[in-house]
């Protein structure tokens, strides 16, 4: 953990690069790998085909995200994490914002341990530094 999940409605696939939003939600979450072990950092996109914004009759366009964590950090420190991650998605698509109508949110979500099962050796090369 953590992992971050991305959606964004397909019309805006062509104006934005999903990629470079990724690699700089990585920059954030790596920078705080003392409460995030880097190992288990996941990201994904899931670009969205079928769906309706607000009464349809403009082609707006939405980009949610969720961060999921696992419980044990301090409120204050998934403050910290959570604003920096949402000012890298506001400033990735502040250009688009500017040309077109677009939703953009984030939520954290937090779990306990019991009920997730993991299994993971990528832990194992970080841990050698």
Do not use: Q, W
Not at 71 to 90: H, M, N, Q, Y
């Amino acid at each position: 953990m953590p992992h971050f999940i991305v959606e964004y409605t397909d019309n805006i696939k062509n104006e934005t690069n999903i990629a470079k939003l990724l690699e700089e939600i990585h920059k954030v979450l790596i920078a705080h790998d003392t409460v995030f072990p880097i190992g288990g950092l996941r990201s994904r996109a899931i670009e969205l085909n079928e769906y309706r914004v607000a009464d349809g009759t403009e082609d707006d366009a939405f980009v949610h995200a969720t961060l999921k964590i696992g419980a044990g950090r301090s409120e204050a420190i998934k403050k910290v994490v959570c604003d920096a991650l949402f000012e890298v998605i506001t400033e990735h698509f502040s250009r688009l914002m500017s040309k077109r109508y677009l939703a953009l949110s984030m939520e954290l979500h937090e779990f306990s341990e019991a009920g997730t099962y993991k299994k993971n050796n990528i832990h194992a090369r970080f841990n050698k530094k």
